[in-house]
């Protein structure tokens, strides 16, 4: 049975990366620490002991020839983040003209291989002098964060059209706050939905600042995992809905309808806040989109041990990632079509969509394999058109990740990228994955029907 396959015209494809996870020289020309670079170098907190952003990709010393990698991909679009400690070193104040100056040669370098740059302000590595400060926990940091992005507005607007304010401040929040598996570390529940409001604060703030400066497009990426009850009991329906509402709706709910959603109370109990009406204010902003970062779903049940009453129960027939993700593209179609019936016809980009799997070694030939990568990719690229054949306002899509890369605390043992990184050469080889994907990109995704 053929598959239909369509696409708008302007779709936009690309890739995706992060700044600690590729860059390398953290600390160059004046760049001030971050709190990734703190977690990597203390073995009490980092899983992956060892395993440091010091030299990563090396994209900060290899900026051009990896740009033109993406060239040769056919990449329209490429979707990356600024180091904020690298533009400010104290987080606030002196600018770093040789760190800002690396992203303007960067977008510049993208802008003349006809690459659109999708910039990302903060991907997870808020400078250490700010967490001395109390980091998401201290209520300046939003207007710290305002500060950091009207210089890059300044400089930027025009030459980047399309910009993210945070991404995934769920992850942030999870990991950074409340599990302590991601830095800065902490783990406390009362801090968690502090450091999530804070960062909520911060993206309306910089909205704000840049409805006064900017002249395009401004948005939020959020990770959405969505939930599905593993029964039809009322205590694994309500569960769900509280899973849901503590990784998805959280984010969502204050940004587009200016209110927490109500499970949270009950999620939270009493580390849960009542928040000042006028910072609900500050964090409805009108967005001009929201990228969304899908990887997998969670089927929940009730689970009085589990730290918020809900439980993920893993499904025995189905397919994992290396990372122990289910691979279940329906999910992808579902969440699309969920947000545009939640929040109504914002334009979405997804964000993020990848997988970590096994992969052969470089072949003598200069090929590697990668046919597990090939088939998730072909499988939630279809999910795509079918959300638009649903009527979901989907403008694009950046793949995650143009490179194997740090892949946070468990270190470079997980492979996401189309290209092989040998992390001891730094040599770059495009995956059968990345053939597969300039295919995609040069028929608009016809490649695929069928």
């Not at 002196?94 to 006809?114: I, K, M, S």
């Not at 968690?192 to 840049?210: E, L």
């Amino acid at each position: 049975m053929s598959r239909s396959i369509a696409f708008p015209d302007d779709f936009l494809w690309g890739c995706a990366t992060a700044a600690y996870q590729i860059e390398g020289s953290p600390l160059a020309d004046g760049a001030g620490p971050s709190i990734w670079q703190r977690f990597c170098h203390d073995p009490r907190l980092m899983a992956a002991k060892g395993d440091t952003g010091d030299i990563a990709c090396d994209h900060y010393n290899r900026m051009e020839s990896d740009v033109g990698l993406m060239k040769q991909l056919g990449l329209q679009a490429y979707r990356f983040s600024v180091g904020w400690g690298r533009v400010l070193p104290e987080g606030t104040g002196r600018v770093n003209e040789a760190g800002l100056g690396f992203y303007e040669r960067l977008v510049d370098t993208l802008l003349d291989n006809g690459i659109e740059p999708m910039l990302t302000l903060f991907h997870w590595d808020m400078p250490a002098a700010l967490d001395d400060r109390g980091g998401w926990l201290n209520r300046d940091s939003a207007e710290w964060f305002a500060d950091y992005a009207r210089v890059m507005f300044e400089r930027l607007d025009g030459r980047v059209k399309k910009w993210v304010t945070l991404n995934e401040p769920w992850v942030v929040s999870d990991g950074g706050y409340l599990h302590g598996v991601l830095a800065p570390g902490h783990r406390n529940m009362f801090e968690a939905p502090i450091a999530s409001h804070n960062m909520m604060r911060a993206h309306g703030a910089a909205v704000k600042a840049y409805r006064e400066i900017g002249a395009h497009e401004i948005g939020l990426v959020v990770n959405i995992e969505p939930k599905y009850p593993a029964t039809e009991s009322a205590a694994d329906k309500a569960a769900t809905a509280r899973a849901d509402a503590y990784m998805n709706r959280q984010y969502l709910d204050p940004a587009i309808h200016g209110s927490y959603p109500a499970e949270l109370k009950d999620v939270f109990g009493e580390a849960w806040p009542q928040w000042p009406e006028e910072d609900m204010a500050l964090i409805r902003q009108k967005l001009d989109f929201v990228g969304i970062n899908y990887y997998t779903r969670n089927v929940v049940t009730a689970d009085e041990s589990w730290p918020l009453r809900a439980g993920p129960v893993k499904q025995t027939q189905a397919t994992y990632t290396e990372t122990g993700w289910e691979v279940f593209p329906q999910g992808l179609t579902d969440t699309l079509v969920w947000f545009r019936q939640r929040y109504g016809d914002i334009p979405l980009y997804v964000t993020e969509n990848g997988a970590a799997f096994y992969d052969s070694p470089v072949a003598e030939n200069g090929e590697v394999e990668d046919p597990q990568r090939i088939a998730y990719l072909k499988k939630h690229i279809a999910a795509l058109s079918d959300a638009i054949a649903k009527g979901v306002d989907l403008r694009g899509y950046m793949l995650w990740s143009l490179f194997d890369n740090l892949e946070w605390s468990l270190g470079y043992a997980k492979r996401f990228g189309i290209i092989h990184v040998n992390f001891e050469t730094l040599e770059r080889t495009p995956k059968k994955s990345a053939v597969l994907y300039a295919d995609v990109i040069a028929s608009n995704g016809a490649v695929l029907a069928g």
